[in-house]
Nanobody, 126 residues
Framework: EVQLVESGGGLVQAGESLRLSCATS????????IGWFRQAPGEDLEGVSC????????YYADSVKGRFTISSDNANNTVYLQMDSLKPEDTAIYYC???????????????????WGQGTQVTVSS
């Protein structure tokens, strides 16, 4: 059974950094992708970043490009989202998700992801 556990959220001031972690377990191959999504109060779920394990490619939403970095620690089966230069508009619940049919055409389509973590709150004060 695939499981995803997020951690690392918190309260920071604008301009500061946070690193989110997504600990994964239960995968039997490298043919999957890990995506980070976020949902602010009253807003739709938004794709933030994605890492495709099979080929090591990374993807970013325009709103976070240049500020967020996704990476993978294969030894610990953990995917990280390093968030720098945080802005108040980054405030949201952040979720990691895993999917086995994610490709470059649907990296931010939440319907392509089969497994979801419980979410972690990120709050950025101005």
């Amino acid at each position: 059974e695939v499981q995803l556990v997020e951690s690392g959220g918190g309260l920071v001031q604008a301009g500061e950094s946070l690193r989110l972690s997504c600990a994964t377990s239960g995968f039997t191959s490298d043919d999957y992708a890990i995506g980070w999504f976020r949902q602010a109060p009253g807003e739709d779920l938004e794709g933030v970043s994605c890492f495709t394990k099979r080929d090591g490619k990374t993807y970013y939403a325009d709103s976070v490009k240049g500020r967020f970095t996704i990476s993978s620690d294969n030894a610990n089966n953990t995917v990280y989202l390093q968030m720098d230069s945080l802005k108040p508009e980054d405030t949201a619940i952040y979720y990691c998700a895993a999917g086995t049919t994610v490709g470059f055409t649907n990296v931010f389509s939440f319907g392509a992801y089969d497994y979801w973590g419980q979410g972690t709150q990120v709050t950025v004060s101005s």
